[in-house]
């Protein structure tokens, strides 16, 4: 959860204006909520000398959902890994197709790494809209 809340008030703040950070990660964010949440996903986990570093989810369809890397670990290959290990256990369980909604910062990234944009989008979160991208890479 702080790894989340950083990376997205750190990083995220230099493509999306201070209430959109600030609704996307807000300071009074729900442990519980999170919680449960991390019990469902079951999120694939980047750890560095036993600091989470990184995490990304893989659900059965496909979808990569909340994929951060720790505002202090940008750039040092933490995603290039983490990507790589989520594609592995996609085709493991014979996913052919993964997909994202990226955002701004990610969207880069996520280009490099053989994803198209299939389209772009406005999404509403709390009220906030938000730009990011649909975009997909076949396995």
Known sequence: MKLFYDTIHEINI?????????????ENMDYEVWHKRLQVKLPH???NNGEIVGFAELEPNGHIDCFYCHSKYQRKGI????????EHAAKFQEIKRLY?????????????????????????????????????KYL
């Not at 995603?79 to 989520?86: D, R, T, V």
């Not at 996520?110 to 299939?118: A, L, M, Q, T």
């Open 79 to 86: 995603g290039s890994k983490l990507l790589i290990h989520i």
């Open 14 to 26: 230099c493509d999306y204006a201070q209430e959109q950070v600030n609704t996307w990660a807000p």
């Open 100 to 136: 994202t909604e990226g955002s701004i910062t990610a969207k880069p990234f996520f280009e490099s790494k053989g994803f198209s944009v299939v389209r772009e989008q406005q999404v509403e979160l709390r009220g906030v809209w938000f730009q990011n991208y649909v975009m997909e």
């Open 45 to 47: 986990i980047a750890e």
